[in-house]
C-alpha cells in the first residue's frame, strides 16, 4: 500500500531525499508522515504532515529535516540535511487516510511502509 524510496549511505553532513506513496484511492489525508527506528531503540515520530498542511518536526531534526506533500501523486517527501550519525536508522513512512469504497462510504485505514535504510558514517 506504501511505496518508499530514497534511502542510502551518506557522510556527515551529506543530504537525503525519501519519498514515500500510497497505491491507495485517496480520499482525504488525516496525516502522512516518516518515523524511524535506529539500532537497539525505540521508534521514534521524525516529522508528519496533515491533510490541512499542518507540519510536526521531533526536536532532533528541526532546522535540518523538510517534510513536504504532493497532493495530486498522494506522495510524502522528507528532505534530510546536514546529516549526522545520529540520524542512521530505518525510516518508515505512515499515512493515516480516508479511501474511496465502492459502497460510496469512506473507510479510514493506516498504513506502514517497508521501511528504508538511512545510513550516516561516523
Known amino acids: 500500500h506504501m511505496v518508499e524510496s530514497g534511502g542510502g549511505s551518506v557522510h556527515p553532513g551529506g543530504s537525503l531525499r525519501l519519498s514515500c506513496r500510497t497505491t491507495q484511492h485517496i480520499q482525504r489525508i488525516n496525516v502522512m508522515g516518516w518515523y524511524r527506528q535506529a539500532p537497539g531503540k525505540l521508534r521514534e515520530l521524525v516529522a508528519t504532515?496533515?491533510?490541512?498542511?499542518?507540519?510536526t518536526y521531533a526536536d532532533s531534526v528541526k532546522g535540518r529535516f523538510t517534510i513536504s506533500r504532493d497532493r495530486a501523486r498522494d506522495t510524502v517527501y522528507l528532505q534530510m540535511s546536514s546529516l549526522k550519525p545520529e540520524d542512521t536508522a530505518v525510516y518508515t513512512c505512515?499515512?493515516?487516510?480516508?479511501?474511496?469504497?465502492?459502497?460510496?462510504?469512506?473507510?479510514?485505514?493506516?498504513?506502514w511502509g517497508q521501511g528504508t535504510e538511512v545510513t550516516v558514517f561516523s
Open positions: 505512515n499515512a493515516d487516510v480516508w479511501l474511496y469504497t465502492t459502497t460510496g462510504r469512506p473507510q479510514r485505514r493506516d498504513y
Open positions: 504532515v496533515t491533510g490541512d498542511g499542518t507540519m
